[in-house]
C-alpha cells in the first residue's frame, strides 16, 4: 500500500449479514407489547440508529414515547432474541473474511458500529477475527451514534492512539451499508465506500466507491482512491 493507510468498518451489513436477524429481534421484542414492525419501516426508517435509537425514534412514530427505563428493558430483551438468532449459525457476508484477514495483514483495521459490543464480540469470536480488531466502537460509546461523526471519530483517534501511527485521514477508508453510516464516515473526515448489501447504489450517496461487498473488493482499489 502507498496511500491506504487504515480501514475502520461497520459491522451490520458489511462485515456480518445480520440485518435480518436484528429486524427479527425487533419484530418479537415489539411484537410481545403489541406492536408490528413492518420490513419496510425497519429498513426505511430505522436501520441507522442503534437500539436505543430505534425504540426512541419508533415511541416518537407511534406518539407515545417509551420512558427510558422502558426503552433499557426493550433493549435487554432485543438482546436477548438477537443472541439466540446468531447462535443458530453463521452470520459473515460471504468475502468478509477473506478480505478482513488480507486487509490487517497490511494496514491496521477497526469497526465503528451501531450494534452493541457483545454482540459484535460473540460474532467475531465465532469467525476467529477478534484478534484482527485492535479498535471497536460500540452503540454506547459516544454521546452520540451515526448519522453523527462521533462514532467514525472516536474510531480513528482510537486507531491512532493504539497504533502510534500519525494517520492522515483523507487516507482512512469506511465501509459502510447506509446512508447514515455514510454520512457519519464523511462527516469525520474520512474516505468512504457503500456496499450494497442493504441499498442500492442510488441509496448511497457520498459513497465515493459502491461495491456489492466486501468479496467485490480489493486493497488496491482502496489504496487507488486514497491516492486520488
Known amino acids: 500500500m502507498t496511500a491506504l493507510q487504515a480501514i475502520i468498518f461497520d459491522f451490520d451489513g458489511v462485515i456480518a449479514d445480520s440485518e435480518p436477524l436484528h429486524l427479527r429481534a425487533f419484530q418479537r421484542t415489539l411484537g410481545e407489547?403489541?406492536?408490528?414492525?413492518?420490513?419496510?419501516?425497519?429498513?426505511?426508517?430505522y436501520l441507522g440508529f442503534d437500539d436505543?435509537?430505534?425504540?426512541?425514534?419508533?415511541?416518537?412514530h407511534t406518539g407515545t414515547p417509551f420512558t427510558g427505563?422502558?426503552?433499557?428493558?426493550?433493549?435487554?430483551?432485543?438482546?436477548?432474541?438477537?443472541?439466540?438468532l446468531t447462535s443458530a449459525g453463521d452470520a459473515l457476508f460471504p468475502g468478509a473474511f477473506d478480505f478482513i484477514r488480507t486487509a490487517a495483514a497490511s494496514i491496521p483495521v477497526?469497526?465503528?458500529?451501531?450494534?452493541?459490543?457483545?454482540?459484535?464480540?460473540?460474532?467475531?469470536?465465532?469467525?476467529?477475527?477478534?484478534?484482527?480488531?485492535?479498535?471497536?466502537?460500540?452503540?454506547g460509546d459516544t454521546p452520540q451514534s451515526k448519522p453523527s461523526p462521533a462514532p467514525y471519530d472516536l474510531a480513528y483517534r482510537q486507531l491512532q492512539q493504539t497504533t502510534g501511527l500519525s494517520l492522515?485521514?483523507?487516507?482512512?477508508?469506511?465501509?459502510?451499508?447506509?446512508?447514515?453510516?455514510?454520512?457519519s464516515a464523511r462527516g469525520a473526515g474520512l474516505r468512504c465506500v457503500g456496499v450494497t448489501n442493504s441499498y442500492p447504489a442510488h441509496e448511497l450517496p457520498g459513497?465515493?466507491?459502491i461495491a456489492g461487498g466486501l468479496a467485490d473488493l480489493t486493497l488496491d482499489a482502496l489504496d487507488r482512491l486514497c491516492a486520488n
Not at 52 to 60: I, K, N, S, T
Not at 119 to 125: F, G, N, V, Y
Not at 126 to 135: D, E, K, Q, R
Open 168 to 183: 492522515d485521514r483523507r487516507r482512512c477508508v469506511a465501509i459502510e451499508d447506509s446512508r447514515w453510516g455514510i454520512e
Open 207 to 209: 459513497a465515493e466507491l
Open 69 to 84: 427505563s422502558q426503552v433499557r428493558d426493550l433493549v435487554a430483551r432485543k438482546g436477548i432474541h438477537l443472541h439466540q
Open 110 to 139: 477497526a469497526i465503528a458500529s451501531g450494534a452493541l459490543r457483545h454482540e459484535i464480540d460473540t460474532i467475531l469470536a465465532a469467525a476467529g477475527l477478534a484478534p484482527l480488531f485492535p479498535v471497536i466502537v460500540a452503540s
Open 33 to 45: 407489547i403489541g406492536i408490528d414492525m413492518s420490513t419496510a419501516d425497519y429498513f426505511n426508517s
Open 52 to 60: 436505543v435509537g430505534v425504540f426512541e425514534a419508533l415511541g416518537q
